[in-house]
DNA sequence: CGGCATTTTGACAATCGTCAATCAGTGTGG
DNA sequence: CCACACTGATTGACGATTGTCAAAATGCCG
């Protein structure tokens, strides 16, 4: 199976060999994560940079109430806290959703890749600025989208993001989100949310079989929830890889080998990485 | 008065007197837009980088119905589209909301910017980083809050961001956006939101003076919307800007003079920027 | 002053939330 | 193998928030 991290840089800019490489090493060791922990909390400064493998995560905040909002969905080969070097400590907290694999990368780690290695600094920049057209995209469907158009939207932008690293078929994906957590990720309640589901599936748009999700008629579905995948930017643009060369000199390419070195020294040296 | 991009980009990364210089060399012209102008489209590769330096723009899209969702504001100070160029075309268009000053940063300034000045690059991908955090209290707001603390929250961040570039005094600032434009930014209909409004004049918790906003009890607003403003990462903290030494010599201090030259020199030099 | 955009109002309807009970699935211990 | 507990899904009755429509009032600018 390829590696759903390394599947989702390698379109955000090309990589080379060496770079896969490097990536590979860097993410050897996951750890197994139950449902419902956290990873990490709002005010945190985290040493770690998370990186899922399996499962779903979920960047979320609690309101006073109790109540809780999803602002986004981590999916395998997402990465959860790459950039909170710059800004200090964490504004949001970030939980599993269901049991989950997950790699704590040492922040040396990251900054090595991305001092080091342009393609994959810009291709890390690269998922950050799609992140943040997924926020954008979920606050148009929060604010001018009805329940069920909302749900449907979020499953047609969970089966093209699941698809980009492998873990889809062509209309169906392993879904084990809870009513609840759907909830909290609409701006609904769990009750509505139900009601919601169940028309979808009398309408013939989805099936549930346990947490197997299947999309009945892709392109129906799409048209429902008027889904515009382009916020993604999963197309490949020959025009904007190109200036990946510009970034440094060529020549680094042949440092290869001491940044293998560095990596596995890293490896070898760190006692397993361990959650908080 | 102080230029509103150099009080924001200080906030994330500490200036040379050469990086406020070149700053102030790179936003000399602005242009007057008319409210509710497009300055990007969706779908569009723009050449210029926008930066608005007087009133308030939106990035917003448009849902099938003919509905529109803003997904944020941009205020004096902020930069519409810096990063497009590493994710390719459009996925969102912008907007005025009101008659505004902008100027049209070339490409090739803003790569200059981040290529020859680190922290000037450093700064940048700061405040891309604070938009995030934005986005996502944003989402938080049109879940689980009602339209009154909505409301009460937008006008609580508006505060403290045009606070942070001088351009709202502790309780009031300049208002001129619309409650049409409102509803589109909260996901509500407009007449809601005129409803929200009355209540909230009412209780005493805001008044409107034509565009002017004065929140007659900033503390009771902020409990009210339940206001936390860590998102907005406005606190600077040593730990992050201590990095920032290592890159030039303490000494260009001194060259603060020679501003003004520059800036004259650039005044006669450029033909004014001309929008696409 | 006249035209136009914006705000304000009222009546009514639709969406969605809350509460509380029941049902179903899963895993555990005896 | 079954009783039990627990979590999550489902249902029904009811209420609250918010939307829609259409008209009237107000404010702004030339």
Redo the contacts between chains.
């Keep these: 199976m390829l590696n759903p991290f390394i599947m989702k840089l390698e379109r955000?800019a090309r990589l080379t060999d060496e770079d896969r490489q490097v990536l590979e090493e860097a993410v050897l060791r996951s750890q197994h994560v139950g449902a419902r922990k956290d990873l990490i909390h709002?005010g945190d400064v985290p040493d770690n940079v998370h990186l899922i493998v399996k499962g779903f995560a979920c960047?979320y905040?609690t309101?006073?109430d109790g109540?809780?909002?999803i602002?986004?969905y981590l999916v395998p080969g997402d990465l959860c806290d790459l950039?909170v070097?710059?800004?200090?400590?964490m504004?949001?907290s970030i939980a599993t959703l269901c049991p989950c694999e997950v790699v704590y990368l040492p922040r040396a780690t990251i900054e090595d890749l991305t001092e080091n290695h342009s393609r994959i600094n810009?291709a890390l920049?690269?998922v950050?600025?799609?992140?943040?057209?997924i926020?954008?995209?979920?606050?148009?469907n929060?604010?001018?989208?009805p329940a069920d158009r909302k749900l449907a939207h979020l499953l047609c932008e969970l089966l093209m993001r699941l698809q980009s690293v492998g873990l889809a078929t062509e209309n169906s994906y392993e879904f084990s989100v809870t009513q609840a957590d759907l909830g909290?990720t609409?701006?609904l309640s769990s009750v509505h949310v139900n009601r919601v589901l169940q028309q979808l599936r009398s309408d013939g748009l989805i099936g549930l079989k346990g947490r197997n999700l299947i999309i009945n008629d892709v392109e129906r579905l799409k048209e429902f929830a008027?889904f515009n995948p382009?916020?993604l930017?999963l197309?490949r643009?020959e025009?904007?890889r190109s200036?990946d060369e510009a970034v440094g000199p060529a020549g680094v390419r042949e440092s290869s080998p001491s940044v293998m070195d560095v990596l596995k020294r890293s490896l070898a040296d760190r006692p397993p990485a361990k959650p908080e």
């Design positions: 955000g709002e960047r905040k309101v006073s109540q809780r909002q602002m986004a950039h070097s710059i800004l200090g400590e504004d949001h810009r920049w690269w950050t600025l799609v992140d943040e057209a926020l954008r995209e979920w606050i148009v929060m604010g001018r989208r909290d609409l701006g008027e382009n916020y930017h197309k643009r025009r904007d200036g």
